[in-house]
Structure formats: C-alpha cells, structure tokens
C-alpha cells in the first residue's frame, strides 16, 4: 500500500536502496510517542535537496526540500511532498549508481519527532502538521503547512504536494545558516566525496547523474576529491570552520549547545 510508489520508482537489484520489508512497516507501525524517528538526507542527483523524513504509521513521510531546512522563522522552505519512503530507509547513506534518484545520499540529521497535534492524519488532510523535532542538527518546533494556488485541494495532476516548512521561534530558532554550519554526514561524519569514496568513485566516469548547473559542479568536484581520496592522495582538505558563521550572533539561542 503505503511504499507501492516507491517500489515503482526502483529496480532493486541495481539500487542499494532498502526494498522496504512488509514486517518491519507492521513492527514499527506500533511506534508511538516520543519514539518516533525523524532524518534528513541531504541527496545529491540531478539536483541538489534534502529529504525531510517523519516516521508515520511504520514508513515515512517524505518531503523534498531543494534548500534544505531553515532556522529561522522567516524563512519559509518549500517543501515537496513525494511518496512514502520505507523505515529502514531513514538511515540509509550511500551511493545509488543509476536509476531513479542517482547520485549520493548523506544522512543530514537524524532523531526522534513528536507531533503537537493528537491526529496525524486529520492534520496531513488538512495540510497543517506542528510538531517538534530532537535531532542532532533540528530541534525544537516546527510546522509544515500545505500551500494554496495550484491543487491544494482539487487534487488534480500534481495538486497538494507543494508545502513550507518552517521554524517556529523558540529556543532553537535563529539565523545561523544550519546547512552552511553543519554540512557533513551524522552517520559517518563525512563529505559527499567521503560517501562516494567509500564506494565506487569510478561509477560515473562515463555519465555522471547531472552534467550541467550547480549539481553538474558538484559532482565534478566531488567526483575528482572521491578518486583522490581513494587514491591515497593528499587531497586539500575542505575546511568546514572556514566559512564564517553569520557574524552577528546577537541570539544566545544560536549557540545553544548541540549534542
Ligand atoms: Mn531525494
């Protein structure tokens, strides 16, 4: 039922992606409470977004979101909505070769949610879902809203699948960049020329899953950082500290500690 699409979408005797097991979607369907996991994989293909991932009646719910999360509440995220993913996907990281949504998958962020809300469902029909994340990177509370115009309710062609996610101010809301700040894998600790590496770095040297544009770029470099690495080659050392954190740190609540 829930993972039908998602099954459509890949061939699984090519793809490293889990297949998603009927058992597992029954076992953590009793999940409840506090208990409910969360991730973040920032996945590079023919372009470059991080996928939003809430634990739901044993799958989970995915939102595409291309720039990522933001921390502060002004800035509303678009979010969006594509099929359900299987559990044992939410800590997957990796390099899917071909097919369907080639390219590299970093586990971003991973944690626990909980809803602010006592139905789930009512809130995803009527598009307005609060809730509050424990992660390593989101904490806190947040809301996806569903957005008006094309098909938010008419439920023709692409309609509803356009949402925002955004932050709402408490404690862990402010103007630090997140994605800037925090770039790298909470699984491996890795780049995406770390995950690729660890792999196969000659997978795509003859096409690569985006050849033009910032993604075409991205792969370039990664791809020539992954061969080096793998080479044994003293490779420059990407300097994640380097890049300045917004200056202005008037909020305390941005350098909250992070666990
Ligand atoms: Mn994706």
Do not use: N, Q, T
């Given at each position: 039922m829930a993972l039908e699409k998602y099954k459509q979408k890949r061939n699984f005797t090519s793809t490293p992606e889990p297949a998603g097991d009927p058992a597992v979607v029954a076992e953590r369907a009793k999940t409840s409470g506090s208990r409910l996991f969360f991730c973040v994989q920032k996945h590079l293909a023919s372009h470059l977004h991080y996928d939003f991932r809430l634990e739901h009646k044993g799958v989970l719910l995915s939102w595409a979101v291309p720039k990522g999360p933001s921390l502060d509440p002004k800035t509303k995220r678009l979010a969006m909505h594509v099929e359900d993913h299987p559990?044992?996907?939410?800590t997957f990281e990796g390099?899917?070769?071909?097919?369907?949504?080639?390219g590299i998958v970093m586990l971003w962020d991973q944690g626990t949610w909980a809803p602010e809300t006592d139905d789930v469902d009512a809130a995803l029909k009527k598009g307005d879902l609060k809730f509050t994340l424990d992660g390593y990177k989101l904490k806190g509370s947040w809301v996806l809203v569903r957005t008006g115009g094309w098909g938010s309710s008419s439920?023709?062609?692409?309609?509803?699948?356009s949402w925002l996610l955004i932050k709402h101010r408490d404690?862990?809301?402010?103007?630090?960049?997140i994605t800037e700040f925090a770039p790298l894998?909470?699984?491996?600790?890795?780049d995406f020329e770390n995950i690729l590496a660890a792999d196969?770095?000659?997978?795509?040297?003859?096409?690569?899953?985006?050849?033009?544009?910032d993604a075409g770029k991205m792969f370039e470099a990664i791809i020539r950082k992954a061969a080096a690495l793998k080479a044994g080659a003293p490779v420059a050392k990407k300097a994640p500290?380097?890049?300045?954190?917004?200056?202005?740190?008037?909020?305390s609540t941005t350098t909250k500690k992070r666990p």
């Open positions: 559990f044992e996907y939410g390099v899917i070769p071909e097919g369907y949504g080639a439920g023709r062609g692409e309609g509803g699948r404690d862990w809301s402010g103007e630090l960049d894998s909470v699984k491996s600790g890795g196969k770095p000659d997978v795509w040297l003859s096409h690569r899953p985006a050849k033009g544009g500290r380097a890049k300045k954190a917004p200056a202005a740190k008037k909020k």
